[in-house]
Structure formats: C-alpha cells, structure tokens
T-cell receptor
Framework: KNQVEQSPQSLIILEGKNCTLQ??????????LRWYKQDTGRGPVSLTIMTFSENTKSNGRYTATLDADTKQSSLHITASQLSDSASYICVVRETGGSYIPTFGRGTSLIVHP | DVKVTQSSRYLVKRTGEKVFLECVQDMDHENMFWYRQDPGLGLRLIYFSYDVKMKEKGDIPEGYSVSREKKERFSLILESASTNQTSMYLC??????????FGPGTRLTVT
C-alpha cells in the first residue's frame, strides 16, 4: 500500500530561524510530489511540485528537494516568519493516471516571535 | 484564479439530522473530491467524482453520499448525522496537471 510519512509531527521555532520538514514515501511508480501549506481554518494551497527529474525547486523562502532514489523529500524554510505558522502537507502521486494521490498527515509548524 | 467555494464555514447540527454540504468550482474541472480532516489523521478521502453524475467511493464513504448533477457543483450528504462525523470537511477540484484546489472548509459539529 502506498504510504507517505512526514516528520516531525510538530515543530516550534523562533522567528528568523530556519527549519526543514521531511517527507518519506513508498508510492510507486512515482509521478510527482507536492508540498501544500494549510493555514489554520483554511484549505491547503500548493507551494511547489517536484517531478522525477527535479532535485531542487525554490519558491521564495521555501526550497523543496527530492531524492527519487531514496524516496525522500524535504521542505526547507529560510528566515522563518510568523506567517509561516501552518500545517505543511506532502502529497505524492503515482503514474498511471490514478485519480487519487497519497497524502501525508502533515507537519504542524509554529513560529514564535 | 481557481475558486472553490463551500456553502458554510461553520455548521452545527443535531444527531440524526440530514446534512448537505455544497461545493462549487468555477474552473470547469472534471474531477472533484470530498475529504474530511481530523487532528492527527490528516486528510481522508470520502468520495470523488470524475464527471457529472459519476462518483466513486474513497477510503471512508460509510455514512456519506454525494451528488453531482452539474459539473461545477459537488454535494456531500450526511444521511443521518452522528457525533463521530464532527470534523472539518474540505472540497477540492483538480486541474489537468493533477493539482488540487481546495475550498476553505466547513467545520461541522454534530451534537
């Protein structure tokens, strides 16, 4: 069964610090991996998508990496801000046109002033 | 911008009531989804639809049904609400690149 595991489950950091969130998956054959950000009380919003051939992709202060060999991805947040406080969800899709991707349970990030 | 709207942000219902959650998208997407989200469990798929009048069960369909009479509208129905259906409900539609666009969610409380 396809699985997506995220760690840590929760994280508290001080404003201005960096942090890295992890995502390990067993989805195969792999098509792509998305990171979503979900603010409290809102729906998830896509931050970035990683395909098989991509190792690193940045979106402002967010940098995602992908190692398709070890089936791991990370989301690095640089110089955190209070607005980064949210849940970050890793979602992996397999090839073959499946309608349903596999969701991780998310990492809850709290940034303190 | 893709917009997915849900009929209510907050809803309180009594046990046994029939509950309708409405979702509308404005981007002509064929695929639409209903999830529930609970602390520690993440998003779990209830039902999805890949075309008008077409529906498929997700991972946790028990106690729910859906309706898709028009392409832009996907409704989730709780036939007889129970307290264990208290949750955040998220609707999503998906584009041809498989990106899902989520609505703001409906926080349902069943008392």
């Amino acid at each position: 069964k396809n699985q997506v595991e995220q760690s840590p489950q929760s994280l508290i950091i001080l404003e201005g610090k960096n942090c890295t969130l992890q995502c390990n998956y067993t989805v195969s054959p792999f098509s792509n991996l998305r990171w979503y950000k979900q603010d409290t009380g809102r729906g998830p919003v896509s931050l970035t998508i990683m395909t098989f051939s991509e190792n690193t992709k940045s979106n402002g202060r967010y940098t995602a990496t992908l190692d398709a060999d070890t089936k791991q991805s990370s989301l690095h947040i640089t110089a955190s801000q209070l607005s980064d406080s949210a849940s970050y969800i890793c979602v992996v899709r397999e090839t073959g046109g499946s309608y349903i991707p596999t969701f991780g349970r998310g990492t809850s990030l709290i940034v303190h002033p | 911008d893709v917009k997915v709207t849900q009929s209510s942000r907050y809803l309180v219902k009594r046990t046994g009531e029939k509950v309708f959650l409405e979702c509308v998208q404005d981007m002509d997407h064929e695929n639409m989804f209903w999830y529930r989200q609970d602390p520690g469990l993440g998003l779990r798929l209830i039902y999805f639809s890949y075309d008008v009048k077409m529906k498929e069960k997700g991972d946790i369909p028990e106690g729910y049904s859906v309706s898709r009479e028009k392409k832009e509208r996907f409704s989730l129905i709780l036939e007889s609400a129970s307290t264990n259906q208290t949750s955040m409900y998220l609707c999503a539609s998906r584009d041809s690149y498989y990106e899902q666009y989520f609505g703001p969610g409906t926080r349902l409380t069943v008392t």
